[in-house]
Every structure is written in structure tokens, then in C-alpha cells.
């Protein structure tokens, strides 16, 4: 739970977490209406110092969202960003955290519609460490549910109401013993996990579904594939992708905010390579992690340091 002393964005300022309440008719909850994002902060102990991670990409995002749901943002990418590091800035973390802005359409009449709607922006945060296992690699599963097509609810816009298909695929995988679900298009290309992208090993290329197969445009997608060709040499092709690669790829891993860079070792019971975590992979892994907490000057510009006055007070 977050603590009572916990200040979140809400309407417009800045209050405690805990009165930041809603309406039960709120179209939002009735009928998925919403658009979020989920940006990551990480603690540099040795700088005493948080750094917002591609906090710019994350709000660039957060705005197609909405223009996809209609919903009318008051702030534009630059005054987020800010009003981001202010809020996180006066939470006092020194630990890693989760940031979740969500614009949701406030709205307290019945019918659903995307016209003529009132609608709303929160922030909060939280803190947030591994969201899966980075270390031991996780075990995954193709799922019985399909990915949501561009037609129906477009993934490409991070929707609420697009997370009842992340959340059926995720229980039935967990479910059935597995850390996580592989969805599958209507085609039955691979798409994405629940909540990640996904990335194939073959012939010493990493191969990654295309935009065109459900997916959401990963921001740790892109990041991925430019320190693969930055720093590893190695390039990433973008296409569609059969469901049997996934038996024979020499490495896996799912990518995402939550996620980071997460090897696969298993799939739908057989072993990725050896089983266990790639070479790759785990050079990858540790060129990620160094950029992502400011450790590596080459990518200070994916950056935002939260304290500006030499750290937060213990
Ligand atoms: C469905 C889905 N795919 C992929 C991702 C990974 O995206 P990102 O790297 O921008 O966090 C996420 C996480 O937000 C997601 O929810």
C-alpha cells in the first residue's frame, strides 16, 4: 500500500495519494476509457540521485494515446515531464520506482463514447522493483487468448480497456506454471507478452515482430535495438514472426518497462538454447542496466535527474 504521506498529480495539483478519489459511474471504470503509461525511475546509491527514464518518449506516447481516445491533455510533453519530476522529486525516493500517469475520461453519465466526454489526469508513483525475474529467466507459454487486433481496440495505444486481454493471457499462464504468456495475432504471428516485447535470437540477429502485428511500440524496444547496434554490433530485423521460431531462436527475451530485459529459457516447455540465460543476452543486460541508472555517459540523454539540489534528504 502507498504510504498516507504519499502526494500524487490529480486534477490539476498536487494532493495525498489517499484523496485522490473517483466517481463509481466514471466512464473510465465502466467502460475501459482510460489511456496510461508506466515510466520507471532508477536509484543511482553512489550519485544519491533518481534517474527518470526516457520520461519525453514515455509523454510522446502518452499524447498519441490520447489522440487515439479523444481525450484533451491540458499540459503538453514538456510541462508533464515536469510536473513528473516535481511530483517524484517530493515523494523523496531513494529506491527504484514506477510512475503511472493515466488520462481517463471522468465523465458520469451512461453510454459509452469517446465525444462529448469530460476527462481527467492523474500521476502517481510507486515504488518498484523487479517486475519478473531478470536473473533466473522466466518460463513462458503461447497463449490461448489472441492478441487484440488494430481493428478492434488498437494495441498501439495504451488503453485501459486493452488490459483485460493482457490480463487473461497473464492468469492463464501464471495459472498454469508459467511466468508469462506469448499472445499471438488473429493470424497467428507472434505478437507480444502481456506486457512486453519480445525479441528472437536467429543467425546472430535479434528478429522482433513488426508494428503491424498488435503490438505496443515499446519504448525499451527502441532502446534494445539501439545498444544491440550501438554497442553489441548487432542489428534488428523488424517482420512478422512464425510461432516456431519460437522452438528453435538461440536466445529470448521480453523487454518493457516493468519487465526490462527479461530472458526467456523456456517456452511452451521446451528449452531456448541451453536453458539458461544466453551470451547475448546477458552482455545486453548489463550494457541496459549501466545506461538505465546514468552509469554510461554515452546515454546521459535518456535521462532525467529527479533531484536538482545534490539529492534527497535521508
Ligand atoms: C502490451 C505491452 N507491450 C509492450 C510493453 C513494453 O513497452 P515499454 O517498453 O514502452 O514499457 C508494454 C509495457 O508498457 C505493454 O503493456
Not at 465523465?107 to 500521476?123: C, G, N, Y
Request: one cysteine or more.
Amino acid at each position: 500500500m502507498l504510504a498516507d504521506t504519499v502526494q500524487c498529480y490529480f486534477r490539476g495539483e498536487f494532493i495525498p495519494f489517499a484523496e485522490a478519489k473517483i466517481g463509481v459511474m466514471t466512464h473510465a471504470l465502466n467502460y475501459g476509457t482510460g489511456v496510461f503509461e508506466g515510466i520507471r525511475a532508477y536509484w543511482n546509491a553512489d550519485r544519491e540521485q533518481l534517474y527518470l527514464l526516457k520520461m519525453q518518449e514515455h509523454y510522446d506516447r502518452f499524447h498519441r494515446s490520447c489522440r487515439m481516445m479523444r481525450i484533451k491533455l491540458e499540459h503538453d510533453v514538456g510541462e508533464l515531464c515536469e510536473i513528473t519530476r516535481q511530483l517524484v522529486e517530493m515523494n523523496g525516493y531513494r529506491e527504484d520506482v514506477y510512475i503511472r500517469p493515466l488520462a481517463f475520461q471522468d465523465e458520469e453519465t451512461i453510454t459509452p463514447r469517446l465525444h462529448d466526454v469530460s476527462d481527467a489526469l492523474t500521476i502517481y508513483t510507486n515504488p518498484m522493483g523487479a517486475y519478473i525475474d531478470i536473473e533466473a529467466g522466466v518460463r513462458v507459454a503461447v497463449s490461448s487468448w489472441r492478441r487484440m487486433d488494430d481493428n478492434m481496440i488498437p494495441p498501439r495505444a495504451k488503453v485501459t480497456g486493452l488490459y483485460v486481454n493482457s490480463a487473461l493471457a497473464k492468469t492463464e499462464a501464471l495459472e498454469n506454471g508459467f511466468d508469462e504468456a506469448i499472445m499471438l495475432t488473429q493470424a497467428g504471428h507472434v505478437s507480444e507478452g502481456s506486457a512486453e516485447n519480445i525479441f528472437l535470437l536467429i543467425n546472430g540477429e535479434w528478429v522482433t515482430p513488426a508494428p503491424s502485428e498488435n503490438i505496443l511500440m515499446g519504448i525499451t524496444r527502441d532502446a534494445v535495438m539501439e545498444l544491440a547496434r550501438e554497442e553489441l554490433g548487432i542489428e534488428t530485423v523488424e517482420r512478422q514472426v512464425g510461432r516456431s521460431e519460437l522452438y528453435v531462436a538461440d536466445e529470448v527475451i521480453l523487454t518493457g518497462t516493468g519487465a526490462q530485459i527479461s530472458p526467456v529459457i523456456e517456452i511452451d516447455r521446451r528449452p531456448v538454447g541451453s536453458g539458461s540465460i544466453g551470451p547475448v543476452t546477458a552482455r545486453l543486460q548489463r550494457i541496459y542496466f549501466d545506461a538505465v541508472r546514468g552509469n554510461n555517459p554515452k546515454y546521459a540523454s535518456w535521462s532525467v535527474p529527479v533531484y536538482q539540489d545534490g539529492g534527497p534528504s535521508a
